[in-house]
Antibody
Framework: EVQLVESGGGLVQPGGSLRLSCAAS????????IHWVRQGPGKGLVWVSR????????MYADSVKGRFTISRDNAKNTVFLQMNSLRAEDTAVYYC???????????WGQGTLVTVSS | QSALTQPASVSGSPGQSITISCTGT?????????VSWYQQHPGKAPKLIIY???NRPSGVSDRFSGSKSGNTASLTISGLQAEDEADYYC??????????FGGGTKLTVL
């Protein structure tokens, strides 16, 4: 069974940092791109970032570019999202999502809540 | 990258058909076949229901179908059922190799 389990969310002050993790199981992790998608309270889905299967190609939404860094450890079947210079508008549930092939986002984690507030 | 445009809400009675549009530009929806649709029930993670414009993953009802014309993709749900009441989102690949979601559409089954 494919599983994606996010962790690392919590309350952080504006300007602070947080590192999210996504532990994957039930599939060949090193063969899949992974995305992060977020959803603010009562708001819609927003694409944040994605990393290719080797960790060599990374893309970011303009709203997080230069502040967030995506990475992966294929030996540990884990993807990370390092979030720096956090702002109130980054408050959201962050989902880790498997890409089956070319933007087919077929498995989603349950999400981890990040709250940026003083 | 601006969000794709979806109607905020649509509604229909059980058994009817509804269509949700997702409008972008030639730099996203109009330029690529990588448009997919997701269903999200309250408090739940989204679920993939259509990929590459008009393909259904195994296990998704054939009442769900997708299409595209120009810069607009569409999701049609036929034979509406109470369980279809949810939020629906489209996403497209973009010319700068990123993704962009629509704002989401709340479907109400009357």
């Amino acid at each position: 069974e494919v599983q994606l389990v996010e962790s690392g969310g919590g309350l952080v002050q504006p300007g602070g940092s947080l590192r999210l993790s996504c532990a994957a199981s039930g599939f060949t992790f090193s063969s899949h791109w992974i995305h992060w998608v977020r959803q603010g309270p009562g708001k819609g889905l927003v694409w944040v970032s994605r990393i290719n299967e080797h960790g060599t190609d990374k893309m970011y939404a303009d709203s997080v570019k230069g502040r967030f860094t995506i990475s992966r450890d294929n030996a540990k079947n884990t993807v990370f999202l390092q979030m720096n210079s956090l702002r109130a508008e980054d408050t959201a549930v962050y989902y880790c999502v498997r890409d089956e092939a070319l933007w087919r986002l077929d498995y989603w984690g349950q999400g981890t809540l990040v709250t940026v507030s003083s | 990258q601006s969000a794709l445009t979806q109607p905020a809400s649509v509604s229909g009675s059980p058994g009817q058909s509804i269509t949700i549009s997702c409008t972008g530009t030639i730099r996203d929806v109009g330029g690529y076949k990588y448009v997919s649709w997701y269903q999200q029930h309250p408090g739940k993670a989204p679920k993939l229901i259509i990929y590459e414009i008009n393909n259904r993953p195994s296990g998704v009802s054939d009442r769900f179908s997708g299409s595209k014309s120009g810069n607009t993709a569409s999701l049609t749900i036929s034979g509406l059922q109470a369980e279809d009441e949810a939020d629906y989102y489209c996403i497209s690949f973009t010319f700068i190799n990123t993704g962009v979601f629509g704002g989401g559409t709340k479907l109400t089954v009357l």
